[in-house]
């Protein structure tokens, strides 16, 4: 009778240990997919805001054609295309580059106040504003999906095979410290 005991407790051991690692597989999975879900909101927002901002430019035409043309195409250059695969690097690039046309559009717009005021602009800044609070709450919820699956892989029992099966930590989307805050459409 003590050998079929002791293969029984083998055979329920291993049962529970496959149990246990095909659930913590399917939870960093789910976790990892989070992330990449976020990091997609993040490009299909930034792409909206990128579309408001040409929106900005396009009106900067009419008051300096050189100037607006050119922001059109800084824009057009610079605009990226984000996805899942994309990396925190490439976001944040992607970040730069619009805080970047954004300066150049408000610089322009300080230099003509009739712009300032023109209902057209005020509305097309409002977008670009909407957009960017739409990717501030993404940047958020994609790092608190990068915290819950960096936790993960840190702490045991995960740990020991997060690695093997695949998983690995992911980078935080970092604030730009050099970044302005939106500007204001309150008439002076």
């Known amino acids: 009778m003590g050998p079929i005991i002791l293969i ?3 055979v329920v051991i291993v049962i529970i240990l496959l149990g ?11 976790l990892d997919e989070n ?4 990091k997609s909101q993040i ?6 805001r990128f579309d408001a901002l040409t929106a900005l430019a396009e009106l900067t035409k009419s008051y300096d054609a050189h100037e607006g043309e050119t922001l059109v195409q800084t824009i057009n250059a610079r605009r990226g295309s ?16 619009f805080t970047k046309a954004l300066g150049q559009i408000n610089v322009l717009a300080e230099q003509y106040p009739d712009l300032k005021s023109n209902q057209n602009y005020a509305k097309a800044m409002d977008s670009v504003n909407q957009y ?5 709450n993404s940047r ?5 999906s990068v915290t819950k699956l960096n936790r993960m892989i840190r702490m045991w029992p995960a740990s020991m095979i997060a690695g093997r099966l695949g998983f690995d930590q992911r980078e935080y989307l970092e604030e730009d410290q ?3 805050e939106m500007p204001s459409m309150k008439l002076h």
């Not at 992330?35 to 976020?38: C, D, G, K």
């Not at 958020?140 to 608190?144: E, F, G, S």
Request: hydrophobic share 40%; net charge positive; proline share 2%.
């Open 43 to 48: 490009g299909v927002q930034m792409s909206s």
């Open 82 to 97: 984000l996805g899942p695969k994309s990396t925190a690097a490439q976001i944040n690039e992607q970040e730069q580059a």
């Open 20 to 30: 246990w690692i095909v659930s913590t597989q399917r939870t960093l999975v789910r």
């Open 35 to 38: 992330i990449n879900n976020a």
């Open 140 to 144: 958020l919820i994609y790092n608190d």
């Open 132 to 136: 960017e609070n739409m990717v501030r």
């Open 8 to 10: 029984i407790v083998i």
């Open 178 to 180: 050099n970044k302005t």
